[in-house]
T-cell receptor, first 113, second 115 residues
Framework: AQSVTQPDIHITVSEGASLELRCNYS??????LFWYVQSPGQGLQLLLK??????LVQGIKGFEAEFKRSQSSFNLRKPSVHWSDAAEYFC???????????FGQGTELSVKP | GAVVSQHPSWVICKSGTSVKIECRSL??????MFWYRQFPKQSLMLMAT?????????EQGVEKDKFLINHASLTLSTLTVTSAHPEDSSFYIC???????????FGEGSWLTVV
């Protein structure tokens, strides 16, 4: 069955420090992969997506993610975190290359001054 | 760019009543839309796939008679929570696949509180 695992429920980093949020997926075919961010009480904002091609994907707000097929991973990174990055981050896999998404449990990011 | 809009953003209803949430694609046609539910501090769970002109496809464990989905036009899908109970209180969010097929747009979500 398809699934997405985000091993870290909560991460705290200092402002200016680098960030890596982990995501592992289970999917039989070539995955469509997404990272979304959600602020409290708000909807979802797409950070980046991977469909094919270059395995290092650049997104908005300085985020990037790398698709590693051998590790079934799609980790999100940012070289220098800003206080405004504090939010909930969701990794998702698209099913059958369509619009149906399976989400991970989410990682809550806190940023220390 | 393509936008998906939900209405209402917030709704409070009494237990036992029904409430309708709308999901509109504002500048593109969406033959397929998706409805998710998110409980506080939890992830988004897919409830159903809404297909224009045909019946919705529900995920396992979702009561189709309780969560009525209607996709009567290419730009509008509605979710009606019937006989709502406090445990139905949640954040409901819809999405639609964009015209190119490789972008998914989410609505702003709708907070439902059943009292």
């Amino acid at each position: 069955a398809q699934s997405v695992t985000q091993p870290d429920i909560h991460i705290t980093v200092s402002e200016g420090a680098s960030l890596e949020l982990r995501c592992n997926y289970s999917y039989g075919a070539t995955p469509y992969l997404f990272w979304y961010v959600q602020s409290p009480g708000q909807g979802l904002q797409l950070l980046l997506k991977y469909f094919s091609g270059d395995t290092l994907v650049q997104g908005i707000k300085g985020f990037e993610a790398e698709f590693k097929r051998s590790q079934s991973s799609f980790n999100l990174r940012k070289p220098s975190v800003h206080w405004s990055d504090a939010a909930e981050y969701f990794c998702a896999v698209g099913i059958n290359q369509g619009g149906k998404l399976i989400f991970g449990q989410g990682t809550e990011l806190s940023v220390k001054p | 760019g393509a936008v998906v809009s939900q209405h209402p953003s917030w709704v409070i209803c009494k237990s036992g009543t029904s409430v309708k949430i709308e999901c509109r694609s504002l500048d593109f046609q969406a033959t397929t839309m998706f409805w998710y539910r998110q409980f506080p501090k939890q992830s988004l769970m897919l409830m159903a796939t809404s297909n224009e002109g045909s019946k919705a496809t529900y995920e396992q464990g979702v009561e189709k008679d309780k969560f009525l989905i209607n996709h009567a036009s290419l730009t509008l899908s509605t979710l009606t929570v019937t006989s709502a109970h406090p445990e139905d209180s949640s954040f409901y969010i819809c999405s639609a696949q964009g015209p190119s097929g490789n972008t998914i747009y989410f609505g702003e979500g709708s907070w439902l509180t059943v009292v």
